[in-house]
């Protein structure tokens, strides 16, 4: 299977002049006016205690100067991860319009304030999901997944869902952040920078 990439204005050095936070959400508007399914979706990247990667895709709720912002359950496989390695890589895969933004970085939870503010813009029904699955851990069938999640609708019913103790935010600090560009004849456009000072490297492809 092959694509021909390139089409586009070639991204450059001069793009990042103002830092990467504005390029991205840039790519990232790009992607949302092109339909492209999911376009916060990132491929989040850990290492658990062996060295050992995962990979698996979350939903970006948040874009800033310092990183990228994801919610989930601590006690998942994920959490367990970033407890004992709090680093992590995470890529933005805009296939669709021939762009990549790749953020990697510390990890840190963010404040309860934070997660409490997000929680309250979430669905009733994605507030009692996070009450009812105990994320990673191994399940007998469906259905005890649908009781578990009737269990705690009727737990709830009549009130609002708290924030689970168990589930919050984590920040991926954009310690370097890279943008990919897809060309013709595989001569990819790659850009690096370094938020702290601003530095651009162009990458070979």
């Known amino acids: 299977m092959r694509v ?12 990042l002049a103002g830092g990467w936070l504005a390029l991205a959400r840039s790519w990232l508007q790009q992607a949302i006016d092109a ?3 999911e376009p916060n979706a990132i491929v989040l990247g850990t290492v ?3 060295g050992r990667p995962a990979t698996r895709t979350v939903l970006c709720k948040e874009m800033r100067d310092d990183g990228i912002v994801f ?5 998942s496989e994920k959490g367990g991860h970033l407890a004992g390695r709090p680093v992590a890589s995470a890529t933005f895969p805009w296939i669709g319009i021939q762009r990549q933004v790749t953020v990697r970085g510390p990890v840190t ?3 309860e304030q934070e997660t409490a503010a997000y929680w309250a813009t979430r669905p009733r029904g994605s ?4 009450w009812a699955s105990e994320q990673s851990r191994p399940i007998a069938s469906r259905a005890e997944l649908e009781r578990q999640l009737a269990e705690v609708t009727r737990r709830f019913e009549g009130g609002e869902v708290p924030v689970p103790p168990h589930w919050g935010g984590y920040l991926i600090a954009a310690e370097t952040v890279e943008f990919w560009q897809g060309r013709n004849n595989r001569l990819h456009n790659r850009l690096r920078i370094t938020p702290r000072d601003g530095a651009v490297v ?3 492809p």
């Open 4 to 15: 021909a990439y390139g089409g586009d204005a070639d991204v450059t050095e001069a793009d």
């Open 35 to 37: 339909r492209l399914p």
């Open 48 to 50: 658990d205690g062996e």
């Open 71 to 75: 919610y989930t359950n601590h006690t």
């Open 109 to 111: 939870r963010v404040s």
């Open 127 to 130: 507030q009692l999901g996070a």
């Open 202 to 204: 162009r990458l070979q």
